[in-house]
């Protein structure tokens, strides 16, 4: 299986809204909407953000968000704020009961 | 809170088997899938495996052929054997709650601090 597809890198400023692509296959993220994002602050465990692509954990603010078109899901960050800034990983179940993560993107907070 | 605690060795030779437990506190861990995850400094996450209170377990296909968990409901903690390491196993190994997508959590919603496994001689 291979691993998700994300941009490397994006930024923002304060106030700003970004969008994080995910894109995989019809045997992972076409195939489900099983797709969730975690965030992960340097040295730190992830953090799930969003499950079942659009969903969110209680204690999330509604900032972030999720969506997903064909093989490509997406995390939406509005109002940016500067603890936003951390690493993003999709992951997504698969057709052979795996779990398959994106490579992780950093975000910036300018 | 649930709250989970990776333990084992920080160190393992190359070819020797990696043994790390998860101890698992606030749920019963017969409640839910358990998995192992993985992290390459500087790089993405690996799912290595789950596993269930039964025994039943999936594993990722790149390391199925040197993966064993196994899970222990009276100590509430489950474990994860990796044999024939090399550097390329070198990480920071996480034990997580999940997933169960029949069960409405197909994600990994609590997880632990991790812990750092380096491979060398």
């Known amino acids: 299986q291979s691993a998700l597809t994300q941009p490397a890198s994006v930024s923002g400023s304060p106030g700003q809204s970004i969008t994080i692509s995910c894109t995989g296959t019809s045997s992972d993220v076409g195939a489900y909407n099983y797709v969730s994002w975690y965030q992960q602050h340097p040295g730190k465990a992830p953090k799930l953000m969003v499950y079942?692509?659009?969903y969110r954990p209680s204690g999330v603010p509604d900032r972030f968000s999720g969506s997903k078109s064909g093989n490509t899901a997406s995390l939406t960050i509005s109002g940016l704020q500067a603890e936003d800034e951390a690493d993003y990983y999709c992951?997504?179940?698969?057709?052979?009961?795996?779990?398959?993560f994106g490579g992780g993107t950093k975000l910036t907070v300018l | 809170q649930v709250q989970l605690q990776e333990s084992g060795p920080g160190l393992v030779k190359p070819s020797e088997t990696l043994s790390l437990t998860c101890s698992v506190s606030g749920d019963s861990i017969s409640t839910y899938y358990w998995s192992w995850i993985r992290q390459p400094a500087g790089k993405g996450l690996e799912w290595i495996g789950r596993?269930?209170?039964?025994?039943?377990?999936n594993y990722n296909p790149s390391l199925k052929s040197r993966v064993t968990m196994s899970i222990d409901t009276s100590k509430n903690q489950f474990s994860l054997k990796l044999n024939s390491m090399t550097a390329a196993d070198t990480a920071v190994y996480y034990c997580?709650?999940?997933?169960?997508?029949?069960?409405?959590?197909?994600?990994?919603?609590?997880w632990g601090q991790g812990i750092l496994v380096t491979v060398s001689s």
């Open positions: 596993i269930y209170t039964s025994g039943s377990t």
């Open positions: 992951s997504s179940h698969t057709t052979t009961t795996t779990w398959v």
């Open positions: 079942e692509v659009s």
């Open positions: 997580a709650r999940g997933a169960y997508c029949t069960g409405g959590r197909c994600h990994f919603d609590y």
